[in-house]
């Protein structure tokens, strides 16, 4: 019994690394940017002009 916790234990260890490492990379790695590809124009047509 000893054994197959031991076993257990580092194969959880290994999983949670394994998904903390996926996370960790998918919030840094960005995708690139579509070349030629144009940034969207803010849509300003609910923002009132200021009064002066």
Known sequence: ???FSTGLLIALT???AAWS???LRRLF???PA???GDLPTPDLSDHEE???
């Open 34 to 36: 579509v070349p030629g």
């Open 14 to 16: 290994a999983g949670t």
């Open 1 to 3: 019994m000893h054994w």
């Open 21 to 23: 490492g996926w996370l």
């Open 50 to 52: 200021p009064q002066t």
């Open 29 to 31: 790695v960005v995708e």
